[in-house]
């Protein structure tokens, strides 16, 4: 699979698409914002809303507050609005109380929040565990900003509500099951967080499409304390998740990503590094952290579920992340359907694969009495073919899947697929599961 995505590609189109009707709507952990995007998203899936009340224990949180706005502004004396919420979402630090209030220039400006090192972009800022207020602005618009009265209105309400999180299940045929997560908590950004959200919802539609042999689980959830209070409510499951990703950062031009599970040797991670292996795109693969988006959660010590994240820049380390420069003329159509081709990737490589048990595991079975020399005799890969055999026959042990066997043999996973599939013609391996 080398994956070549033209701009109008008709996915590749829709994927945008559904980013644009997305983006002016400003969201937050809680809140209609998120509502009206998973009423959105309920037009193209079937996702199931989940309303979980202020004020529920958690883990070791507490669902917060409700927070929602209307408007917000800064007047100056002439009473000309300065900053301006309908502009752009990005100019109220997100969870800002309500206000009302006059205030000089001094006092105003410890409520204000700026980049002084990108002087044009206005930054994303959160308040939600403590209360307080403020305004984000470009530096350039700050210094521009006169001695005067300003008047500060802040048009919100927190107050006891729900949190908000969508659900969809897709049941295969067996119960063991695939958790794909995004966060929906940010207001009008592109990459960070449209971009995971809209690739998922394609991503089921492909699912959707056919019969999978696994079950599939796709949570839309506030980052943080939506990963937080969706493994309170669901513990009793989780034995049934075989792998996980958390997606986001998917429409950029940036290299892949794929950061590991805590365990560091899960299926998901050999599978997501041979898709992208195979995929011929530019990617990197690194350790597990506990810093990042919810695998965080999802791989904290007492539940450590094998799930990883995959990106295609990673957080934090592009100029545009938090800011209002990650918008719409970040993102490309292409990058966006080039992200769902390796994610269906992840998906058809965890389906396809396979735990053998070595039916002659006393010794090496011998290869040329049966065969197997001519059989690769003639391949211009024949050392290496030769090789995959040795490989799949000392750990087709029923614990080690061909994506594991990929992986530890650093050998193409065609490579160990055609092997395998020789010495099943042989009778050397049996199929599990
Ligand atoms: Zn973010």
Redesign the pocket.
């Known amino acids: 699979m080398s994956i070549a995505i033209k701009p109008n590609d008709r996915t590749a189109q829709s994927l945008f698409a559904l980013c644009e009707r997305l983006f002016p709507i400003c969201r937050s952990i809680t809140g209609d914002g998120v509502r009206q995007t998973l009423a959105i998203l309920k037009e193209y899936i079937d996702l199931n809303i989940v309303e979980i009340p202020t004020g529920k224990a958690v883990l070791d949180w507490q669902v917060p507050k409700e927070w929602n706005v209307q408007d917000a502004w800064i007047k100056n004396s002439l009473g000309e609005r300065v900053v301006d919420f309908q502009n752009n979402n990005l100019h109220l630090l997100n969870y800002s109380i309500p206000v009302h209030r006059k205030i000089d220039l001094a006092g105003l400006k410890k409520y204000l929040y700026t980049l002084p090192e990108q002087p044009d972009l206005i930054p994303?800022r959160t308040s939600y565990y403590k209360e307080n207020w403020g305004f984000c602005l470009s530096h350039h618009q700050y210094e521009a900003l006169e001695e005067d009265t300003y008047e500060v209105y802040i048009d919100s309400t927190l107050q006891a509500g729900h949190l908000t999180y969508g659900e969809l299940y897709i049941p295969g045929i067996i119960k063991d099951e695939i958790l794909f997560s995004t966060?929906i908590c940010?207001p009008s950004?592109a990459n960070?967080?449209l971009s995971g959200i809209s690739v998922l919802t394609h991503l089921i539609q492909y699912l959707k499409s056919r019969k999978n042999k696994f079950s599939y689980r796709f949570i839309f959830i506030p980052?943080t304390i939506g990963s937080i209070t969706w493994l309170e409510e669901n513990q009793d499951q989780l034995q049934h998740i075989k792998g996980g990703l958390v997606a986001?950062l998917l429409g950029d031009a940036g290299d892949f990503t794929y950061k590991k599970s805590r365990r560091d040797n899960t299926e998901m991670d050999f599978v997501v590094e041979q898709v992208l292996q195979k995929a011929r795109v530019p990617y990197r693969i690194q350790n597990f952290i506990p810093y990042g988006?919810d695998e965080r959660q999802f791989c904290s010590p007492g539940f450590d579920l094998p799930m990883g994240n995959l990106t295609r820049s990673q957080?934090g380390t592009y100029p545009e992340?938090?800011t209002s420069a990650d918008n719409l003329a970040l993102i490309r159509p292409e990058y966006l359907a080039t992200s769902l081709a390796v994610y269906q990737g992840v998906v058809n490589a965890f389906e396809k694969n396979i735990f053998y048990q070595n039916l002659s595991p006393q010794g090496e079975p011998q290869l040329g009495r049966r065969g197997l020399y001519e059989a690769i005799g003639g391949n211009s890969d024949a050392k290496q073919l030769q090789m995959a055999m040795l490989w799949v026959l000392n750990y087709s042990d029923g614990a080690h899947s061909l994506a594991h066997i990929a992986h530890l043999s650093q050998l193409d996973y065609p490579l160990i697929e055609k092997a395998s599939q020789l010495l099943e013609s042989k009778s050397l391996l049996k199929k599990l599961g």
């Open positions: 994303y966060h940010h950004l960070d967080n980052g986001s988006y957080f992340y938090h």
